[in-house]
């Protein structure tokens, strides 16, 4: 055989033929070997994980153990198929392909835990909307669950470039430049997300509480019943049936008075205004005397009357 001025003959091609059988029979047999022994491991991990499954599933109420166990189950799936073609690689000679197996086995690994973080998060948010009577929490917390999931498979991503030797320094500093760019656009509204939280956590007041925001001077502020306590705004609604949406980064620049958390018992100042001429203690003595007639006033400890100041006539 003759072609590009080189000669080929049989016995050549017979001896590459023998090279080519005895490099690749060998990687081939042990390629199949190691598939073999994944399946192997599979059926085997899987058999082990339906039988703890099974014996913890008869014994606990709670779903957090089938949630582990369903984590583990796909972790292993996962990490049985990266060994056998990582191993593959090897035995392949291919290094780079190994390596691009490590990346995708890392990022492939973030999936499960992700979604076993955003599980647990789930039962979590079950158990707080179950005790609290805000809304709240029933929004912040979806949040806080989208939020773990994404931070999770971000930071696999990043192991995962890590080990290839990629230089994830642009990267940090286009994120970094990217968040501080969002955080001053959506400044206010992370100010009322970070308030709304600090409400849930320090609770001054419920949903039904009748309270009132003290602006300045006092006594001049809102005051009504809570209607809705929302992750950016509150509600309430007034004696004249009008409901004030106040801001919650708002509300917590404000001393709050809780009326219904103060007990039953409060006091009340109620500015009477009398004619110069008018005999003081007579009209005291008239006041205490309408007071106590009026349905809830303690006589013990009475009503006090008390001349304040004098105004430009009365």
């Known amino acids: ?18 090279q080519a059988a005895d490099y690749a029979l060998p990687r081939v047999l042990q390629t199949v070997g190691q598939l073999i022994l994944g ?21 606990t109420d709670t779903q957090i153990d089938d949630h582990f166990i369903e984590a583990i189950r796909r972790i292993g799936s996962i990490s049985v ?42 039962v979590l948010q079950v158990e707080v909307a179950s005790k609290t009577e805000t809304t709240l929490d029933d929004t912040a917390l979806p949040l806080l669950i989208k939020a773990a999931r994404i931070l999770t498979v971000a930071g696999g991503i990043v192991i995962a470039l890590s080990s290839m030797n990629v230089d994830i320094m642009p990267f940090v500093a286009g994120a970094s430049v990217l968040g501080v760019a969002i955080g001053f656009a ?29 602006t300045t001077p006092r006594g001049t502020g809102t005051w009504g019943d809570v209607i809705e306590i929302g992750l950016r705004a509150t509600k309430i609604r007034n004696p004249d049936n009008l409901i004030f949406v106040i801001p919650n980064n708002e509300i917590m620049r404000r001393d709050i008075v ?16 009398i004619a110069y001429d008018a005999n003081q203690n ?10 106590l007639k009026v349905d809830g006033v303690l006589s013990s400890p009475g009503p006090q009357i008390i001349i304040r100041n004098f105004a430009e006539s009365a």
Do not use: C
């Open 1 to 18: 055989m003759d072609g590009f001025g080189i000669q080929i003959t049989r016995a050549d091609i017979d001896r590459w033929l023998l």
């Open 39 to 59: 399946v192997i491991v599979f059926v085997v991990l899987r058999w082990i994980l339906n039988r703890i499954d099974k014996s913890f599933s008869s014994k």
């Open 81 to 122: 198929t990266a060994w056998v073609f990582w191993r593959t690689a090897h035995i392949w000679g291919l290094a780079g392909l190994a390596n691009l197996v490590i990346a995708a086995w890392i990022v492939a690994l973030s999936l499960p835990l992700a979604n076993l973080i955003s599980k647990l998060l789930t």
């Open 186 to 214: 959506a400044k206010d509204t992370l100010s009322n997300l970070i308030a709304g939280v600090l409400l849930i956590v320090d609770r001054p007041f419920h949903v039904g509480d009748r309270i009132e925001l003290w």
């Open 258 to 273: 809780n009326y219904t958390a103060s007990g039953d018992n409060i006091r009340l100042r109620i500015p009477i205004s």
């Open 282 to 291: 007579r009209a005291k003595e008239i006041v205490r005397d309408v007071a």
